[in-house]
């Protein structure tokens, strides 16, 4: 169905028409000029993430549904990550004229299932047209005790450096859909150079050998045999809200915490520079799966730059006070990776043969 036969109003009725809120404090979900939320005793938590097409996300190899996911994710992980309970999201839209009903009422799969997993309501947003690509902006607010919001600015030294799951896998895998996007295009571009080359010579361009490189081209399949949890990983990230609960019911709250979207390095920059410290953490310690290492070799990468740089992984970073070591035995999951420091001594990183190297963060790059 085009977009179009709907109208604005009419996508919105549509995509809009099976979503209910559950949150006592949504008071005024979709449909009016402006959703009302109450937040009594509590304080409220706001973040919003742009997703620009081309930036942020390629539709050659994420469909719909899990952009979605991933965008309702990344949202409700910035709430977790300041140790607070996500309960709205507001979700704006510009699209473009490829853009079909069929896509977006994926898209809005992708964000429900995820809202529904967290407890999360859907109470509104904006759709409008895009002449540059698919453009999302999705806001989540949650809410959190005051004595409980954990910022960035709160670590001290002695604090011990934490980390959930393991790392660079979600780069890992943007790496393999890189690949197998390039050996695609290749395909496509030599069958149009031979086709080009017949017609030029005045044979006939739908030769015998042609349509086999055509039909192979059209049954493309990408090689992800052996690397599918580093396809997950890029594709459906999960955001650690278990982990918060789990914090909660142990009776810690970490000092300071930060999700991980740009790489280890760069949030543990940002908790060094935002709590005036410093900080050492030991290449040993750092959590890596097997599937990320073996791609790592594969592609000749160095598996600790993948670890600190590779970033989307969208674990949780924090630090707890030496005197909570013992309560982590209760969570599993959780390295320990490292203490932070006097901000005199500064921020390194300890290789297995002992050496110190200053600690360097690639985070996000404006590469226009």
Partial sequence: MEIKELGEFGLIDHLTQDIT?????????????????????????ISTNM??????????????????????????SNIFAMNGQPTQLLVSIAIGKRIKVNDLDRFYAGLKAVSEKWGV????????????????????????????????????????????GDLGAAYMGLQILEREKSVYYQQIEEYNKKLKALEQNGKQAQSDAL????????????????????????LKPEAQGELIHQLHSLDIKPTAMIDISDGLASELKHICKQSQC?????????????????????????????????????????????????????????????????????????????SEFELQAQGWVNKT
């Fill in 278 to 354: 410093g900080c050492r953490i030991y290449e040993d310690k750092l959590p890596i799966d097997y599937q990320t290492a073996v791609a790592c070799e594969e592609f000749n990468l160095n598996l600790t730059t993948a670890a600190l740089n590779g970033g989307e992984d969208y674990e949780l970073l924090f630090t707890i006070p030496i005197s909570d070591h013992a309560k982590l035995e209760g969570i599993k999951n959780i390295r320990q990776i490292g203490y932070i420091t006097e901000k005199s001594l500064g921020e390194y990183i300890i290789t297995r043969d002992g």
């Fill in 211 to 234: 349509k086999v490189e055509k039909e192979a081209i059209a049954n493309f399949q990408p090689d992800f045999a052996g690397k599918e949890y580093l396809i997950d990983r890029q």
């Fill in 121 to 164: 309501d859907i109470i509104g947003g904006d759709t409008t047209a895009s002449y540059t690509g698919l453009a999302i902006n999705v806001t989540c607010i949650g809410n959190a005790q005051k004595e409980t919001i954990t910022r960035r600015n709160g670590a001290s030294p002695t604090d011990i450096i934490c980390v959930s």
């Fill in 51 to 76: 997703f620009m097409e081309g930036i942020q996300f390629d539709l050659t190899y994420i469909d719909m549904y899990h952009l979605g996911y991933k965008c309702g994710t990344v949202a409700i």
């Fill in 21 to 45: 809120s559950k949150n006592p404090s949504t008071i005024l979900g979709i449909g009016d000029d402006a959703s009302v939320i109450c937040h009594e005793g509590k304080e409220t938590l």
